[in-house]
């Protein structure tokens, strides 16, 4: 990852990164509340997020800042962005246009459920 960012200082300070420097981001689609992907963001790839109005993600495979949509048309157009209570976690509500998914499928999650005891509520 490239040195320091311009994210604004007062928001940088609030984070808190893994080792490698990024934070999860949890994308959901922001009037339906569909859980759409995860992604990583170090404080670059949210900067842009913040600035641009599209989301940028830092891969981890690739090393490299990718925009979502750039290559596929379906961008993730900004709506809103919250940092969780412990500042490990983005909550980066979007527009999704098209898939979110690599696959092709709207979400990561679509049919890819395992198999779970649910719990009761005690009485």
Do not use: N
């Not at 609030?14 to 922001?30: E, I, N, P, T, Y």
């Amino acid at each position: 990852m490239p040195g320091p960012s311009p994210l604004d200082p007062a928001v940088a300070a609030r984070l808190k990164r893994d080792a490698d420097g990024l934070v999860c981001a949890v994308v959901q689609q922001h009037d339906t509340h569909e859980v759409l992907m995860v992604g990583w963001m170090d404080d670059e790839a949210l900067h842009r997020t913040l600035t641009t109005g599209r989301v940028t993600f830092w891969s981890r495979s690739r090393q490299e800042y990718w925009r979502k949509g750039d290559t596929s048309g379906h961008a993730q157009h900004v709506h809103s962005v919250a940092l969780d209570c412990d500042g490990d976690a983005l909550l980066v509500q979007v527009d999704q246009v098209g898939a979110a998914c690599h696959t092709g499928s709207r979400t990561c999650f679509e049919g890819r459920d395992l198999p779970a005891v649910r719990g009761q509520r005690d009485a």
